[in-house]
T-cell receptor, first 112, second 115 residues
Framework: SQKIEQNSEALNIQEGKTATLTCNYT??????LQWYRQDPGRGPVFLLL?????KEKRKERLKVTFDTTLKQSLFHITASQPADSATYLC???????????FGRGTSLIVHP | SAVISQKPSRDICQRGTSLTIQCQVD?????MFWYRQQPGQSLTLIAT?????????ESGFVIDKFPISRPNLTFSTLTVSNMSPEDSSIYLC????????????FGPGTRLLVL
């Protein structure tokens, strides 16, 4: 069956360090992969999208990699700040629809 | 981008009752989506609502339990019927990004607790 795995344990890091979150998937052939941020009591907010033919995408302090051989995406936040503390969701879309499938998300806690 | 509002933001309901959640978008969109997010779980798509047609429900969700209305291009409602404690969840509506049609904008969610 299709599966998206994100680390269920919270990631705790110190301010200024780089946070790296992982999204693994099985039995998917995604056309693209997305990362969203979700704060408590809020809906998810889109951050970045990376396509299957792209290895890396950057936006300000954010970087996403996509390895279709390993079936894995890594999400990096450099120079992390306490304001980056949130849950980060990855979502896969096999194309042809507007409806991605979401992982459970990983909570990131950045300590001052 | 799209700005989405939902009402109510939260509610506490008794078993056996029904709750209707409203979703308003600040621009016209073709499709609106309703999701459920149970504690510690991923977002699960309930149904897709197109204006002028019946909603399309995902496996495990039925119209009798989750009736949806889509009277115009900026508004939709989701009703959670005959509620049980298992329906306690966050309910989110979303719309597609009209420019890229690849990402979604989400409302703030409705936090429902059923006693």
């Amino acid at each position: 069956s299709q599966k998206i795995e994100q680390n269920s344990e919270a990631l705790n890091i110190q301010e200024g360090k780089t946070a790296t979150l992982t999204c693994n998937y099985t039995n998917y052939s995604p056309a693209y992969l997305q990362w969203y941020r979700q704060d408590p009591g809020r809906g998810p907010v889109f951050l970045l999208l990376i396509r299957e033919n792209e290895k890396e995408k950057r936006k300000e302090r954010l970087k996403v990699t996509f390895d279709t051989t390993l079936k894995q995406s890594l999400f990096h936040i450099t120079a992390s700040q306490p304001a980056d503390s949130a849950t980060y969701l990855c979502a896969l879309d096999q194309g042809g629809s507007y409806i991605p499938t979401f992982g459970r998300g990983t909570s990131l806690i950045v300590h001052p | 981008s799209a700005v989405i509002s939902q009402k109510p933001s939260r509610d506490i309901c008794q078993r056996g009752t029904s709750l209707t959640i409203q979703c308003q978008v600040d621009s016209q969109v073709t499709m609106m989506f309703w999701y459920r997010q149970q504690p510690g779980q991923s977002l699960t798509l309930i149904a897709t609502a197109n204006q002028g047609s019946e909603a399309t429900y995902e496996s495990g969700f039925v119209i009798d339990k989750f009736p949806i209305s889509r009277p115009n291009l900026t508004f939709s409602t989701l009703t959670v019927s005959n509620m049980s404690p298992e329906d306690s969840s966050i309910y989110l509506c979303s719309v597609e990004d009209r420019a890229t049609q690849e990402t979604q904008y989400f409302g703030p969610g409705t936090r429902l607790l059923v006693l």
